[in-house]
Nanobody, 127 residues
Framework: QLQLVESGGGLVQAGGSLRHSCAAS????????TGWFRHALVKAREYVAG????????YYADSVKGRFTISEDNAENTVYLQMNSLKPEDTAVYYC????????????????????WGQGTQVTVSS
């Protein structure tokens, strides 16, 4: 059984930076895909970024492209989300997620493709 434990998040002023970590136990991330989602009040859960660990390819939602970076550390079995130039509209609870099997690029953007979720961490960006 895969377990995902997140750390990071917090309160930051607009224009600031934060880094999330998502550490896996029970199964390695290697050769699987990992995604980051966020859930703001009165909004649906939103895809933020994804990484295909088998090839190292990364994907981003248009709303965060150029500001967020997803990366991996295989030795630490950890995936990171570096968030720069944060905006108040980035305020949300952020979740990392992993599917039970490899998924397609389009499936990476769909929450139901994922079976394992981190506990979520709050990010609040003040204006």
């Amino acid at each position: 059984q895969l377990q995902l434990v997140e750390s990071g998040g917090g309160l930051v002023q607009a224009g600031g930076s934060l880094r999330h970590s998502c550490a896996a136990s029970g199964r390695t991330f290697v050769n699987y895909d990992t995604g980051w989602f966020r859930h703001a009040l009165v909004k649906a859960r939103e895809y933020v970024a994804g990484i295909r660990l088998s090839v190292g390819s990364t994907y981003y939602a248009d709303s965060v492209k150029g500001r967020f970076t997803i990366s991996e550390d295989n030795a630490e079995n950890t995936v990171y989300l570096q968030m720069n130039s944060l905006k108040p509209e980035d305020t949300a609870v952020y979740y990392c997620a992993a599917p039970p099997l490899p998924i397609t690029i389009s499936e990476m953007q769909v929450p139901s493709s994922y079976a394992y979720w981190g506990q979520g961490t709050q990010v609040t960006v003040s204006s």
